[in-house]
């Protein structure tokens, strides 16, 4: 977090203990001076070759990153996100279209989807936004530290591009919705895919 002649605000902490999410909020808003925008990321996955090698407490622990920690952070912002703020929310390509590799992580990214949704119907009587950005293949450290080294080689091949996207391709997308450009737009899922869009 970061404001115009401040310094970075950096709290460490873990997204998927709901008095952590508590504490960010309370900590951007009083250093900040309020809170306007949420943007919900935090993401955990792994890839597994057959459902039966997911460790039980792997699939529990992918859902308390990607969906509990997204509740989480969002409950605790609602009441301090001022008239007109924003909330978005990284969903993925994998909420329509899973992989099967992906037994945890694609389950996660279709509750958010249905999440943001519901918290679009609920922040709306407040006057704030809610909604999601479905990236395709995108770059992150998180590919090649959990991706076999051969899927690794071949990822984002299967776009128009025939490449994964950069995250700063993104960028534009959560700027839109967290902006005053998007005044009229809630409960939307923006994909961004590379031509995969399958909804």
Known sequence: M?????????????????RYSKQLVETAGRELGGVDIVVNNAAFQRTYENITDVPVDEFA??????????????????????????????????????SAELVAYAPTKAALVSLTKVLAKAAGKQGIRVNGVAPGPVWTPLIPSTMPEEKVKTFGK?????RPAQPAEMAPLYVFLASQDATYVTGEIYG??????PY
């Open 2 to 18: 970061q404001q115009a002649g401040r310094k970075a605000i950096t709290l460490p902490g873990d997204i998927r203990d709901a």
């Open 61 to 98: 622990s992918t859902f308390e990153t990607n969906v509990f920690g997204t509740f989480y952070l969002s409950q605790a912002a609602l009441p301090k996100i001022r008239k007109g703020g924003s909330i978005v929310i990284t969903c993925s390509i994998q909420s329509y279209e899973p």
């Open 158 to 162: 299967n776009t128009v591009f025939e």
């Open 192 to 197: 961004a895919t590379g031509g995969r869009t």
